[in-house]
């Protein structure tokens, strides 16, 4: 599971950590994410990120 960047805001979604203020565990790859969740710092839609190698 690779990290992914927010290309708006440049926040990383790493699964390792999840994001538990949005009820995302960790472990969770970027992949099984909702459409509907939205970057925790800009709310940029998730189309917005793209993966890091």
Same mark, same amino acid.
């Given at each position: 599971?690779?990290?992914?960047?927010?290309?708006?805001?440049?926040?990383?979604?790493?699964?390792? &950590?999840?994001?538990?203020?949005?009820?995302?565990?960790?472990?969770?790859? +970027? #992949?099984?994410? !909702?459409? &509907?969740?939205?970057c925790?710092?800009?709310?940029?839609?998730?189309?917005? +990120? #793209?993966?890091? !190698?």
């Open positions: 599971m690779r990290p992914w960047m927010c290309k708006e805001c440049g926040y990383v979604y790493d699964p390792r &950590e999840g994001d538990l203020d949005n009820n995302i565990k960790r472990e969770t790859a +970027f #992949e099984q994410i !909702s459409e &509907e969740w939205v925790p710092v800009c709310y940029a839609q998730k189309i917005t +990120f #793209e993966a890091l !190698s």
